[in-house]
């Protein structure tokens, strides 16, 4: 996945039959006269969009709730560990409302 500001032609060509699936413009799409065809684009769109805010939203919880916004040049296996603790705590902490409840459920 890649965004349409991103530019297609920037990219390396895709490897073992991967293919890019670049987000189209809005006004692009809002330029396609007929009615199915705008739908069914919308609705491609959509489902792009979906992806890439599930894929992108680790990286966010990482980077504003931890602060890990740049590397920090400490050794490979160092900067490897800390980037794995990091996203396993982003997991917890996009579960933890879930977490909290059973929680408290076992509690009673």
């Known amino acids: 996945m890649a965004e349409s500001a991103a530019g297609a032609e920037k990219h390396a060509p895709a490897k073992r039959g991967r293919k890019w699936h670049i987000a189209a413009k809005r006004s692009k799409v809002k330029a396609i006269e007929d009615e199915t065809l705008r739908a069914q684009t919308e609705q491609i769109e959509h489902i792009k969009a ?11 919880v990482v980077k ?3 602060g890990h916004v740049r590397a920090h040049y400490r050794g490979l296996a160092k900067n490897g560990a800390q980037v794995l603790t990091l996203f396993a705590l982003s997991n917890l902490w996009m579960v933890r409302r879930t977490l ?3 929680a408290a459920e076992v509690r009673l």
């Open 100 to 102: 909290l409840a059973t």
């Open 64 to 66: 504003r709730q931890f």
């Open 50 to 60: 979906s992806i890439r805010t599930a894929v992108e939203h680790p990286f966010r």
